[in-house]
């Protein structure tokens, strides 16, 4: 395929080796009553991107690409949450407490949802993650190497916390990966920006950002 509009400079990849990767669009993160708005986080910020990942995840899909999403979820005994993690922050709801959705950030109740306009299709890739990052005690490593998977395309919340760790992550196991930068977003502006200049500094230290603009019109134009 044509590279990229993207910077520090184009960024070239194949469809069929590459992924669409959503971090934790989940309900908990984006919509009030989860674990955002108990941190203390304004999380009206975050419902903003779903319209442009849902443009970004049409095309994709109607171009036959692959996707995965993250969520970030513990199991029901909490067993897989260290009580650092829990205790962090003093939030007025922790990890595993019952709130309007359910116990917070836990698997299987309705806050760990993906929110329903970019609710996963058919065989799509869906991982729980513990940590921030998505290949901590995921095993995602041996499923991408198994796929053959080299490029990723993220998406996703929160900028500065579980997007830029999974990509430093990717980074690190040799993955090119490219932010698009309207598809991702912060509870605190100035973070994101931070991020953003972040990853592409020093000839793409970390990888590339994009709008999705460029990307939509690569896929709409099938080159
Ligand atoms: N608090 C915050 O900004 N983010 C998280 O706790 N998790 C994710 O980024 N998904």
Redesign the pocket.
């Given at each position: 395929m044509t590279p990229l509009e993207a910077r520090p400079f184009p960024y070239a990849y194949d469809l069929a080796s590459t992924l669409l990767v959503i971090?934790?669009m989940q309900r908990d993160?984006i919509e009030p009553g989860g674990?955002?708005e108990s941190?203390g986080?304004d999380v009206s910020r975050l419902s903003a991107i779903v319209p442009a990942c849902q443009k970004v995840l049409k095309a994709w899909r109607d171009n036959g690409g692959q996707v995965l999403y993250t969520r970030?979820a513990h199991r029901e005994d909490l067993s897989d949450c260290p009580p650092a993690k829990r205790n962090r922050g003093n939030p007025s709801l922790r990890i595993g407490d019952v709130g309007p959705m359910g116990r917070i950030l836990v698997a299987g109740h309705p806050g760990s949802d993906i929110v329903p306009a970019l609710a996963p299709q058919g065989q799509e890739w869906v991982i729980d993650k513990p940590g921030?990052g998505m290949f901590y005690k995921t095993g995602l490593s041996e499923r991408l190497q198994a796929a053959g998977v080299s490029h990723l395309i993220f998406m996703g919340?929160?900028t500065?916390?579980?997007?830029q760790t999974s990509m430093r992550e990717a980074n690190d196991r040799g993955y090119d990966c490219l932010l698009l930068e309207d598809c991702t977003e912060?509870?605190f502006p100035e973070y994101k920006q931070a991020i953003l200049d972040m990853v592409r500094a020093q000839g793409a230290i970390v990888g590339w950002t994009a709008h999705s603009e460029s990307l939509l019109r690569q896929l709409s134009s099938g080159s």
């Open positions: 971090i934790d993160f674990f955002g941190l986080n970030e921030k919340v929160t500065e916390v579980c997007v912060s509870y």
